[in-house]
Structures are given as structure tokens and as C-alpha cells.
């Protein structure tokens, strides 16, 4: 079974509604998606020291939030990598900064010469400053206009994490133009009975539910026996204000979408119930 074109999607939902269960699903189900998380893009520049995982990690540490340019920049690098979306013209790039050669930071108590540290921290300062300020256009990717875009199947891939609100969503049509976002709706209070039944495995993220999910031995993880917990977030004063949060930002991010005419929305009890659904929704869209 294989896609005729190129599939561009999003999910989006209520924290709870299931959104990872049918991202694993689709994944599985058509083996030419790919999934592309903004939080997996940034852990792995951490993880891998660049400067830009440095900048991010800096930001991080400090209670701060990840710029949507950075998020943006980001995305776009991870696409053309992948040779999903490339410069409008034939001799634009996209510059990276780990590409750069400037993605080893130098460790404290180095042997390195100091013209050498210095002339690498100056070097990495002018790059990240320019990575971090340089408007949208910049790098050689819309200088000569929007990028081109892969229309090939393989080219298909699930975003997870961004875009959240309606001005990134503004934002990312500028690079690529999602062409299915799913809207998947469960109603408040069986999501509410579906996170009081939730424990995790906290070293792992294994998630466990007592009511259709459960762990084999009740409170311990299936794999290696430890103790699960429950998430300080999964209390409902908590969830009921995470939901709020949610509804006021997803309205207008929903409302971009129905204009762009690619917003669906599926609505069910259980994520079995939505699943069947989502997935003759692709095929209506993508194979038939």
C-alpha cells in the first residue's frame, strides 16, 4: 500500500486525547510516513553539543522558551537534510550550524592554544548570533522565493510538537505547506477518566492505564519491575487548566487550517475507535 503523494501532517489534540497512540499507529500502518518531532530535533543538538543544542540548552536551563525562530530554523534544516524541501533557487543552501564546523564546544582546562579558543568562541558567537537573528529569508533558502517542496511520496512524514499556535502555523507554510491536519476530539470527561488511570514508568516513559492498558503486576513496570508513579500534571485541577490553555490556542490554530481547507476532525471515546478513521482517512487522501 503505498501513498500516490507526498503526505504532510499534524495532529492535534487535547493533552490525553491519544495523539502519540495514533501517530505510532499511522507509523505502522504505512511504512512510508516518517515522524519529525520538534522536542526530538532539540534533544539530539543537546545530546551532540552544537551550537545551536547549546543555545537551546542555555535557554532551557533558564526557564526560558524556544524561540519560534529557532524551532523554525530547526524544522527546515531536519527537511532539507532529508531532501524534503529544497532553496527556490538551484544555489541556495541551507546553512547548518553543526555543518559549520563549529560544533565541538572546548572543554575547561583545554591544552588548546588561547588565539585558538578565542578565535573558536568568536567564531561560534558570529555564527550562532547570526543563525539566531538573521530574518526568515535568510541562508539562502527564501531569498529567491519560498522553497521548493518534494511532492514525492517518500517525502512523508508526521510533524509532532510545532506548529502550537496559529502564528507558527503563519509561519511554517512559509517552508511547508501541510496538507492534512487532524483534529482529534474526545470529550473532557473521558479524557479526565483516562488520565486518573494513568501511571508511568518515570526512567523509561512507559505509560501505563488501570483501565485498558494495564501493567501486569499492578504498580510495577512490565520490563524491569520498578515502581510506576503518577504524574504531578495528571491531577485534574491541573489537567482541567492545561485543557483551558489548550482550547484557547488550538481555536484559532484549527481556524488557519479550515481556511487552508486541510483541517479534518475525527472524534471518538477511545483511540480504537478513532483509529479505524484516521486511517481510511489517508487512504482516502493519500492512496485511492
Known amino acids: 500500500m503505498r501513498f500516490r503523494r507526498a503526505a504532510r501532517v499534524i495532529l492535534i489534540g487535547a493533552p490525553g486525547v491519544g495523539k502519540g497512540t495514533q501517530s505510532e499507529r499511522l507509523l505502522r500502518r504505512f511504512p512510508q510516513l516518517s515522524s519529525i518531532s520538534s522536542g526530538d530535533l532539540l534533544r539530539h543538538n543537546v545530546k551532540h553539543r552544537t551550537p545551536l543544542g547549546i543555545k537551546v540548552e542555555n535557554t532551557i536551563k533558564s526557564g526560558g522558551l524556544v524561540s519560534d525562530d ?69 541562508r539562502g533558502f527564501h531569498a529567491y522565493g519560498p522553497p521548493r517542496v518534494n511532492e514525492d511520496p517518500s517525502a512523508s512524514f508526521l510533524l509532532d510538537g510545532f506548529p502550537r499556535t496559529a502564528a507558527q502555523a503563519d509561519r511554517l507554510d512559509d517552508i511547508v505547506p501541510i496538507n492534512l491536519a487532524v483534529s482529534i476530539r474526545t470529550p473532557l470527561e473521558v479524557i479526565m477518566e483516562r ?53 484557547e490556542t488550538s481555536e484559532p490554530l484549527l481556524e488557519h487550517y479550515a481556511k487552508k481547507g486541510v483541517l479534518w476532525e475525527v472524534e471518538g471515546l477511545s483511540s480504537d475507535e478513532i483509529t479505524p478513521k484516521l486511517v481510511r482517512e489517508f487512504e482516502r487522501r493519500f492512496i485511492d
Do not use: C, K
Open 195 to 247: 488520565i486518573g488511570g494513568r501511571w508511568v514508568h518515570e526512567p523509561s516513559g512507559r505509560v501505563y492505564n488501570t483501565s485498558y492498558n494495564p501493567p501486569r503486576v499492578p504498580g510495577r513496570d512490565d520490563v524491569t519491575g520498578e515502581p510506576l508513579v503518577r504524574r504531578a500534571d495528571d491531577s485534574e485541577e491541573v489537567y482541567r487548566a492545561r485543557w483551558e490553555r489548550f482550547r
Open 70 to 138: 529557532l524551532m523554525l530554523r530547526l524544522i527546515s534544516n531536519e527537511l532539507h537534510q532529508r531532501g524534503w524541501i529544497f532553496p527556490a533557487h538551484p544555489e541556495g543552501h541551507v546553512m547548518t550550524l553543526a555543518a559549520a564546523g563549529l560544533g565541538a564546544a572546548t572543554e575547561p582546562g583545554s591544552s588548546s592554544s588561547s588565539s585558538s579558543s578565542n578565535g573558536s568562541s568568536a567564531a561560534l558567537d558570529a555564527e550562532t548570533a547570526a543563525f539566531l537573528s538573521s530574518p526568515a529569508h535568510a
